[in-house]
């Protein structure tokens, strides 16, 4: 117990010397811990390295396979990864979006559809969308963790059970749990926990989807901050470092660069691991380093990377008011309002003349004789047409 403690504190790190590219069982780095918890436990009760008094095979390995004992671990440290690393920091940014959805729920801005304008919504609507995303992309990764819980610990070789003792599987489980305060169980099925690796890839699939957000997310922040001038300028983003070495007083949005490019390694990462999970031939699957390995990087770059972009971005946004409000006011799309009064078509060619001419709504709708002056400011007032009328 001593051996494997000391082993588990990372004392004995540097008698680890293997890399991911090896046998796709985990074979090799399994007999690595076997050898060295063997060799410490014999140096412990005063023998010498290499005189196997404690044998990695007969006795740390006893009623064990690589088969079994790799996919555990595989399963005790993405769970463990992801209830310590990626939820709470998930959280921490949903909590943050959430606060500039509230802070925003005043200020109306023009929509947009097909990066072309659309109607009006507030900023706080527009953020309550990023919250949703990420608040979903818990649920979804929350909703993997009963089949990560599984535990294939007692199978052995082929998922039989072969020189283990009945129970055994549910007394390493159960300690397991215990150990981690975690609700690990036995695996339901050997078979399925030795041969396939699903659970991987369905957490897989999760954290993809939340690259999918997060790029969403940190796109639209990203396109709402340029400018300053000569862009959409309707977010002012934090300044946390010079952005250029040659344009002065140039700001970069370098949080939303980095936050991308994780969400792009992670979808990658996915694709690796949907390969390794898809090729489980007959009773193992033989892509186990490979899998584990991509999916704790995932696991790693979301959390890491929702926490900086919480901290160094989310929290110091504004808004650019004045911009806001500039923009809303010089859009065509607020003519949707007149539908219900002067048809689509008549609202059509309201725009379009306005668009041609260079004029403003009201001037065109007043030239084509389809409203008066008092109607079309009833009609037009962008702080009704941010949800459904009465």
């Given at each position: 117990?001593?051996?494997?403690?000391?082993?588990?504190?990372?004392?004995?790190?540097?008698?680890?010397?293997?890399?991911?590219?090896?046998?796709?069982?985990?074979?090799?780095?399994?007999?690595?811990?076997?050898?060295?918890?063997?060799?410490?436990?014999?140096?412990?009760?005063?023998?010498?390295?290499?005189?196997?008094?404690?044998?990695?095979?007969?006795?740390?390995?006893?009623?064990?396979?690589?088969?079994?004992?790799?996919?555990?671990?595989?399963?005790?440290?993405?769970?463990?990864?992801?209830?310590?690393?990626?939820?709470?920091?998930?959280?921490?940014?949903?909590?943050?979006?959430?606060?500039?959805?509230?802070?925003?729920?005043?200020?109306?801005?023009?929509?947009?559809?097909?990066?072309?304008?659309?109607?009006?919504?507030?900023?706080?609507?527009?953020?309550?969308?990023?919250?949703?995303?990420?608040?979903?992309?818990?649920?979804?990764?929350?909703?993997?963790?009963?089949?990560?819980?599984?535990?294939?610990?007692?199978?052995?070789?082929?998922?039989?059970?072969?020189?283990?003792?009945?129970?055994?599987?549910?007394?390493?489980?159960?300690?397991?749990?215990?150990?981690?305060?975690?609700?690990?169980?036995?695996?339901?099925?050997?078979?399925?926990?030795?041969?396939?690796?699903?659970?991987?890839?369905?957490?897989?699939?999760?954290?993809?989807?939340?690259?999918?957000?997060?790029?969403?997310?940190?796109?639209?922040?990203?396109l709402l901050g340029s400018g300053p001038r000569c862009g959409l300028g309707?977010?002012?983003?934090?300044?946390?470092?010079?952005?250029?070495?040659?344009?002065?007083?140039?700001?970069?949005?370098?949080?939303?660069?980095?936050?991308?490019?994780?969400?792009?390694?992670?979808?990658?990462?996915?694709?690796?691991?949907?390969?390794?999970?898809?090729?489980?031939?007959?009773?193992?699957?033989?892509?186990?380093?490979?899998?584990?390995?991509?999916?704790?990087?995932?696991?790693?770059?979301?959390?890491?990377?929702?926490?900086?972009?919480?901290?160094?971005?989310?929290?110091?946004?504004?808004?650019?008011?004045?911009?806001?409000?500039?923009?809303?006011?010089?859009?065509?799309?607020?003519?949707?309002?007149?539908?219900?009064?002067?048809?689509?078509?008549?609202?059509?060619?309201?725009?379009?003349?306005?668009?041609?001419?260079?004029?403003?709504?009201?001037?065109?709708?007043?030239?084509?004789?389809?409203?008066?002056?008092?109607?079309?400011?009833?009609?037009?007032?962008?702080?009704?047409?941010?949800?459904?009328?009465?």
């Open positions: 117990m001593q051996a494997a403690q000391e082993v588990a504190e990372g004392k004995l790190n540097d008698h680890f010397p293997l890399v991911v590219w090896q046998t796709g069982s985990g074979t090799q780095s399994n007999m690595n811990a076997n050898e060295v918890i063997a060799n410490r436990a014999a140096e412990i009760l005063g023998h010498k390295r290499g005189e196997k008094l404690v044998h990695p095979n007969d006795h740390v390995n006893r009623s064990q396979s690589s088969n079994d004992t790799f996919p555990t671990v595989m399963h005790i440290a993405a769970a463990m990864e992801t209830n310590s690393r990626l939820i709470p920091k998930l959280k921490h940014l949903q909590t943050s979006l959430h606060s500039k959805s509230i802070e925003f729920k005043d200020i109306i801005k023009i929509g947009r559809t097909h990066t072309q304008d659309a109607t009006p919504l507030t900023l706080g609507q527009e953020f309550s969308g990023y919250t949703t995303q990420v608040k979903y992309g818990i649920d979804r990764v929350i909703c993997t963790l009963p089949r990560m819980y599984q535990l294939a610990q007692g199978g052995t070789a082929v998922g039989t059970g072969l020189n283990t003792k009945k129970g055994f599987d549910i007394k390493i489980a159960a300690a397991v749990a215990e150990e981690t305060s975690l609700p690990f169980v036995t695996a339901e099925n050997k078979f399925e926990a030795l041969s396939a690796h699903d659970a991987f890839v369905e957490t897989g699939g999760a954290l993809n989807t939340i690259a999918a957000s997060l790029m969403k997310i940190a796109n639209d922040i990203r309707e977010l002012i983003l934090p300044e946390n470092e010079p952005g250029s070495s040659i344009m002065p007083g140039k700001v970069n949005p370098t949080q939303c660069e980095a936050l991308t490019m994780v969400c792009a390694q992670v979808m990658g990462n996915h694709v690796a691991i949907t390969v390794g999970g898809s090729n489980g031939h007959f009773e193992l699957n033989v892509y186990k380093p490979m899998i584990a390995s991509n999916l704790l990087r995932s696991l790693r770059l979301l959390g890491d990377a929702s926490a900086s972009f919480e901290k160094n971005c989310v929290r110091g946004i504004q808004a650019n008011r004045e911009r806001i409000s500039k923009l809303l006011h010089e859009s065509l799309m607020l003519v949707t309002s007149l539908n219900p009064k002067i048809g689509y078509d008549n609202a059509a060619a309201v725009a379009k003349k306005a668009h041609k001419e260079g004029s403003t709504l009201k001037e065109a709708a007043l030239k084509l004789g389809v409203l008066t002056s008092e109607e079309f400011d009833k009609l037009v007032v962008p702080e009704n047409m941010i949800g459904p009328s009465d």
